[in-house]
């Protein structure tokens, strides 16, 4: 690569790198994930910058890029470690403001890691159905189907059901 390309990744890098941890957060639940999954990412990105054509579509390229390498994670084998005691509680970051915020994540880690990716990119990325199904490879009519079962099952669950902060009122959508 060279100097006007490395000097435009980095110029990519800077300006879209908190959008793009927000979706690698909302993709992994946790933000040391979200880190590693986004780092992981733009080094593929990175490794590709000289073969990327159309520049316009590079959030779209990065946010394939994210959700590839976030199946590639869940794929492998977890090497978990047990311990007799739990570790300390981690304090609250600038994502957990709000016991609804909070509701709304423990919420979104219930669901399937196909629904989850599919509710992110759809309505935290606003992603239009088609881009949606792009970017995860599937029909729009997976994408269709899948965030319908994924917002069912957060209007049914009980932390987001009945509170009207939420929007979503019991027979919400129904």
């Known amino acids: 690569m060279d100097e006007q390309g490395r000097a435009d990744f980095h ?6 790198s908190g959008a793009l941890l927000r979706t690698a957060y909302l993709l992994t ?38 959700v590839n390498t976030q199946t590639s994670f869940w794929r492998r084998p977890r090497r978990e470690s047990l311990y007799d005691q739990l570790p300390e509680v981690p304090g609250r970051d600038q994502h957990g403001d709000s016991d609804l915020h909070d509701a709304l994540w423990t919420a979104l880690g219930q669901l399937s890691r196909k629904q989850r990716a599919a509710v992110v990119l759809r309505y935290y990325e606003d ?12 029909s729009v009519g997976t994408v269709k189907s899948t965030t319908s079962r994924a917002l069912a099952a957060l209007r049914e669950d009980p932390s987001l059901r009945d509170d009207p902060r939420a929007g979503l009122p019991s027979g919400a959508f129904r």
């Open 11 to 16: 110029a990519y890098v800077i300006a879209r």
């Open 29 to 66: 639940g946790n933000r040391a994930d979200a880190e590693d999954l986004l780092q992981v990412s733009l080094a593929k990105t990175y490794l590709a910058w000289d073969r990327i054509r159309d520049r316009e579509a590079l959030d779209g390229y990065v946010r394939r890029t994210l």
């Open 127 to 138: 992603l239009t159905e088609a881009e949606t199904a792009r970017v995860l490879g599937v």
